[in-house]
């Protein structure tokens, strides 16, 4: 980590933002790393409550109605894997993103660096967590949170259950490593947005725990202990966006994000 924090980094602390303009300000914050300017670290909420799915999600596996009349945001991850319901209060999110050319060139040994300072979080929380040892086998494939478990990038407290899911892609040349931390689960709300009837709390329960259960304390704590953590690891100033970068990111989840085409088909904006 000594060359990455040597680098220029900027920290902007947790900001609330709805699902589009999460993942817009991911890409924006892509370009301004690629294009010279510093890299970011970013904490932030999902405010309304969102339900991110995964590039390839079948749109077919979620209950879209359901989700209108409850509120929740569905917005399309440009990584992979499941949809996660990312609760207002019960999610805590970060992003990492640097130039490629930077970090290794290594998937797993991405993974291995830029998850070290959220493994020192969890545990500056309390919460004796790591990567999972072993495959676990899926529960139900179209929710992350119950998919098979795998050592790369899923992270479990000391009882074996999930707890962070990290995930990465690129773009414009660089690295974008984003995840979510469960600061208390909400079983019941995230297994209704998807449309299959026989998938049960218990299980839920049994695969998935949160800071909460393993460590008590608040959530501003637990975002204060994570935003400490990441600033510390690479040295970064805090920061803000530019009023370039927020424009910009505006425009970005109005012409993608915010798209049926894009959350139903994936069809990129022309």
Known sequence: ??????????????????????MALDEIAAETAADGGPRTI?????????????????????????????????????????????????DI????????????????DTYELLCAPILDALDGMGVAARFVADEHPAIYEPACYLRALHPAHDVVAGDGRKISGNAQYRQRDSVIQHGSLTYATQPARHLSAFTADDLSTDAFDDRVTSIH??????RADAVETLESTLQAWADADEGAWTDDELARARERAEAKYATEAWNRDRTEPA
């Open 93 to 108: 999110s970060y992003s990492i993103i640097a130039p490629a050319a930077e970090l290794p060139g290594s998937l797993l």
């Open 213 to 218: 259960e393993q460590a008590g304390g608040s």
């Open 1 to 22: 980590m000594g060359e990455l924090a040597a680098r220029e980094w900027r920290l902007i602390r947790e900001e609330a933002w709805d699902g589009p303009m999460n």
């Open 42 to 90: 970013r904490v932030y909420r999902w405010e309304p409550s969102t339900l991110s799915l995964g590039y390839r999600q079948d749109p077919a596996t979620i209950d879209w109605a359901h989700c209108e009349r409850e509120g929740i945001t569905v917005t399309r991850r440009p990584t992979g894997g499941g949809a996660i319901y990312h609760d207002t209060t019960g």
